[in-house]
Structure formats: C-alpha cells, structure tokens
C-alpha cells in the first residue's frame, strides 16, 4: 500500500487512436489536462509496441512529475517498471495483483477494475490501492466492456465496500462520464454511504476541443460533490477548534462553530495548546487584538499545534494596517506551517511581502482593487510560497492550494455589515479542516460555500430587515445546513457557485 496521498478527483485515462485523439499530440492534450487540474493520469495503448509504448510513457512521465501527478500505466507492468513510473492499472483479466505486487514492490500504485461488489472486495483484500468501478454508461471509447452498471451499480460497490471495512479505499468510476452527467453520477443518497473520490474519463478530455477547460469542469464538479461529505464529517464528528482570536468576535464565532457542529474553544493562553492539540483539536490563530503577550502564546500554540501534527488556520486580521501587525504577519509566518492562510486581499498582500503591495488599508476593512485573476494569482503563489490551501475572500471568494485554484460567488452583502462573519468563517474552516484533513482545499471549499448560500438563505427570510435580524437569521440557516445535509436534503448545493479558474490567465 502507498504512502503518498494522490488526489482521485479528475483521472485521466489516455487514448492514442484517431477515432479519440484525432490528430492532436497526446503530449499537449496531456498536458493542458494537467493544466486544467487533472490528479492522476493512466497511459493506456493497448496496440503500440513495448519500445514504443516505453517512448511514450517516459514523456508522460516528465510531464506529469513537473505536476507533481502520479503516472499510472494501463496493463503492462514491465512498461511501468521500464519508464519507474508510479505504477500500474490491471484489470480482471490482467496479470494478477499478486504477481503485479511482486515484480512493482510495496511502494508503487496499483488500482484494480473491479465491475460487482465480490470483486470489489476481493480486489481490496489483495491490497488494492484504489478501485476503478465500471463500466458505468457505454461507451464507444471500449467496446469490449463486460456489464454496464449505471450510477445504481456503482451504489452498490461502494455500499458492499462501506460494510465489508473497506469504506477507506479510494475509488473512481469509469467509462461514458462526462461533463453533462458527471454531476448525477456523483450525487447520491447523502446519508451514510461511502462516496466516490473521483471520475476516470477518457474521450471527456482526451478528445476535448479544449482539455484544460473540460479538465476544470470536471473537477468543479467533482469538487462540488465532494462538499456535503465533509459538513457531515463535522457534524459527526464534533470536531474541536481551537480559538485564539479577538476580543470582538469570541461570541459569535463560538456560536457560529456550534452551527456548524463543531465544538469551540476559546483559549488565548498557549499552555493549553498541547493538551488541545492531543485532543484532536485545529487551532484559529487570529491577530485582531494583537498584543505582545499574545504574539507570544500565538507562536508557542503555533509550535504546539505542529508538533503534534493538527491543522492550524491563519487569519492575519488587518495585517497591513500597522508596523506593529506587518512584523506580526512576518514573525508568525517564519514561526512555523499553516494548513489553511485566510485573509482579504489587502491582508495577503502583507502575507505575501511581494512588491506588488498596491493596496492601502484602512484599519481591517479590504479596499482591494484587484481583478479577480490577480487575486487568483495571488492566492496561487502564497498557497505554493507556504505549502497551504489560501483563502482569500471578498465579493468573490478565492481558494487554492497551489495547483488548484476555486472561486466562489456565494454570499450576500449583510455579511460585511456585521462584525465577526470574516472571522467566525476562520472558525469555521478549522473545524473543517480538522475534520477532513485529507483534502483542505474540499474543506476550505465547503466552510465557505457553506457560509455563503446560509447568508443567501437568510437574507431572503421575511422576518430580516437588516444586519440585527440577519445575525440570528444566518446561524439559523448554517444549522439548518447541518442538520438537512445529516439528513440526506442537499437542495442547499444547487445555490453553491463554485467554479475552477485558471490561475495563470491574465
Ligand atoms: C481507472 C480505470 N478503471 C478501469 C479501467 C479498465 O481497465 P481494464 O479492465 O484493464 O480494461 P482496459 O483498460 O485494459 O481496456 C481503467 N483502464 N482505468
Ligand atoms: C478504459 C475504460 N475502462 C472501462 C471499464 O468499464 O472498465 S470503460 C473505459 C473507457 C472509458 O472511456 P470514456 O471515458 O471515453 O467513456
């Protein structure tokens, strides 16, 4: 079994004949798709010669290390071994998963097709590291599929896997999705059954008229499903977030993280940071207030919370205001990892440091000016500069991890005429983040659609005519979330506005 973790979420799966490639380099289609946010890709040739096929997978290769994506080869494991790629993909009448083992050893990736639950399991209890379940829809890419298993099929896999103790393995289907279906295919029940953590498609990008585009689409999508899991997560987990934050907002944000079904600390004073950290808690490290004694509990917790290897969030409120706070921002980032900086645009652009500081700041209020692909931008290389997901919010939020990179245009006014909503949303994403700590940018995702559609929700209550009525409005509402999400009702995620950007457009 693997240790690294690889991110599932759009799987390209490549195709080299005419009727898919057409004339197109598959080089190129590769890497736009990459470019587009593809997590994973499988060369597949089934026709080529071994020297060939070496060629070939060893291009792909180059590319796909510069993306930081794993190489999977389709069927032919002496290709695998040949190119030290990251491994291979068999399939039931492929060469066993032992023997595979054998020859690639414990470290490389081998996922298995698996088509009915006996398989499935049988494929997991050989070791398998992830599952290809298919074939969903037909498909003219493979004609010699053996059943057609519908979304339906693909429920009863993973329902199989979830009850037999093998809910933990990663699974993507495969085989006739697109951009048209891959939102039904994804969504589900909302209960309790194990979810897909990806979609395996060939012809939706391969034969593309713009790969990196449909690559984006997808992984929205996916992206977009994968939100509810983690606001149950919270909500079954009660996770414990840990507060270090301002006078002003020590309230609201605690009752805003019991919305959310978390459970809130708040605790300026860092000999506690240890014991918390123990207890499975993520820390909020807000400097609203900053003091010099609370600079000082903020790194000691800081230190605390890394040690122990739980998530902290960074919410360098009104960094850019004061020498005082830009030296905080500068101390408290050398002072250890964030798995989560959130900030206004003016707040990191100080996080930031870069020379591109064209903003003013007036006390913490944003009086940002960039364009939302600047913004992009900037959240894209604080997030590589600091190995975090960035969330950068304003009108349009911003998320990114470095390789992807989300907007979100939920939300509503009301929420900058209250005090605390911005921070009470750090709350809220280290409770998130605590609790999903596989992906951090699913979470982040999820905290901040989750507050934009509650805010969109309460606005439009008929007993709301301002700011005062919104407050208990919006937490009604981010209840209401939890507890429908728990529920199965996910009528919530048709208002999520969630699209991938490209980070690199002008
Ligand atoms: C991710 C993924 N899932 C399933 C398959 C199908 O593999 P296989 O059963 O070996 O069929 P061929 O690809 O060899 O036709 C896959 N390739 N990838
Ligand atoms: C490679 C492959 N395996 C399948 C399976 O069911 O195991 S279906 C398939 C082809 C999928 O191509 P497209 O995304 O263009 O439909």
Known sequence: MVNRTVDYGVYLVTDSTPAVLGDCSLTQVVEAALRGGVGIVQYRDKNCSHEDAVTTARELHVLTKRFDVPLLVNDRVEVAVEVGCEGVHIG???????????????????????SCE?????????????????????T????????????????????????????????????????????????????????????????????????????????????????????????????????????????????????????PIMANYA???????????????????????????????????????????????????????REAVQTLLAAGHYAVIKGNSSELLTVHGGPSVTERQRGVDSTAVLSISERARLARDIARQHSCVVLLTGPTDLISD?????????????????????????????????????????????????????????????EVRGPGTFVPAFIDELYGIRKATTAGDLQWLSMAKVQVVNADEK
Do not use: W
């Open 271 to 325: 000999e506690e940071a240890p014991d918390l950290a123990k207890l499975g808690a993520a820390l909020v490290i807000n400097m609203g207030t900053i003091t010099p004694d609370g600079l000082r509990n903020f790194i000691q917790a800081l230190k605390a919370y890394n040690d122990a290897g739980r998530p902290v969030v960074f919410d360098p409120v009104g960094a850019g205001a004061t020498a005082v706070r």
């Open 118 to 138: 006996e398989e499935a399991i049988r494929a997991c209890e050989a070791g398998a590291d992830y599952l290809g379940i298919g074939t969903v829809f037909a």
């Open 140 to 263: 003219q890419t493979k004609k010699d599929t053996k059943s057609i298993i519908g979304p339906s099929g693909v429920s009863t896999i993973l329902e199989a896997l979830k009850e037999s103790g093998h809910g933990a393995v990663p699974t993507v289907c495969i085989g006739g999705i697109n951009n048209s279906n891959a939102a039904s295919v994804l969504a589900h029940d909302g209960s309790s059954r194990k979810s897909l953590d990806g979609l395996a498609v060939v012809s939706a990008l391969i034969a593309a008229p713009d790969p990196a585009a449909a690559a984006r689409q997808l992984l929205g999508t996916v992206l977009t499903a994968k939100m509810p899991q983690v606001v149950r997560t919270v909500a079954g987990t009660t996770p414990l977030t840990h507060n270090m934050t301002n006078l002003v907002v020590q309230n609201f944000a605690a009752n805003v993280a019991l919305a959310v079904g978390a459970s």
């Open 402 to 462: 470095g390789r992807r990179t989300l907007r979100v245009d939920n939300g509503h006014e009301l929420l900058g005429m209250v005090t605390g909503t911005g921070c009470s949303l750090g709350t809220t994403v280290s409770a998130m983040v605590g609790a999903f700590g596989e992906d951090a940018l699913v979470a982040c995702l999820a905290a901040t659609v989750l507050f934009g559609v509650a805010a969109e929700m309460a606005a439009v209550r008929p």
């Open 92 to 114: 039931q009448d492929d060469m066993s998963f032992d023997a595979a083992r054998r020859i690639l050893g414990s470290e490389k990736i081998i996922g298995v097709t698996v």
